[in-house]
């Protein structure tokens, strides 16, 4: 279970707050052949220990699959992937949570289960919950997907205000 295979040195330390779960994330994609050992360390370097920017990185620029990278989020972070193939917003849940804090933390409400808001993210860090409580100002449930597929609910969600006149 190497990180590295077939290579002698290890990558640049990350100094964010999620560096140890992008290294644990960047190391099943490793496994699991979605980016190699040279592609993974330059994605570390440039992540800073960010873990939305890691992923960000991972896919866009190293073709990492989306799935894939839910689903190794997701099983390091403890929290749930989804499918989102489902999922249709309704009216009442769009624009709860401030539209400034969604595309800062690429995280966006997609339902409600009682008095819990069900929010969709990358990247599940303390620093990223603690903004998106702090807008909900109720108790929420995150579930995880890829950075590309929580944008397109954003956008879904708040739409340009540029584009109206």
């Known amino acids: 279970m190497a990180l590295f295979k077939g290579s002698k040195e290890a990558p640049p330390a990350a100094e964010g707050e999620a560096s140890a779960e992008c290294m644990k994330v960047g190391q099943a994609l490793v496994e699991s052949g979605q980016l190699t050992p040279e592609n993974l360390a330059a994605a570390l370097a440039q992540a800073n220990g960010d873990l939305l920017q890691f992923a960000d990185i991972a896919l866009g620029r190293y073709g990492a699959g ?89 956008d879904l969600v708040y739409r340009a205000d540029a584009d109206v006149s």
């Open 66 to 154: 989306r799935t894939e990278i839910a689903i190794a989020i997701s099983q390091v972070t403890g929290v749930p992937a989804v499918d989102t193939k489902g999922i249709v917003i309704s009216d009442e849940i769009k624009g709860i949570l401030d539209e400034v804090v969604v595309r800062k933390h690429c995280a966006v409400a997609v339902a409600e289960e009682g008095t819990t808001l069900v929010v969709l993210c990358t990247d599940p860090s303390p620093a990223r919950r603690a903004a998106i409580e702090a807008t909900a100002n109720r108790p929420v449930k995150y579930y995880i997907s890829d950075p590309s597929t929580v944008r397109t609910f954003i």
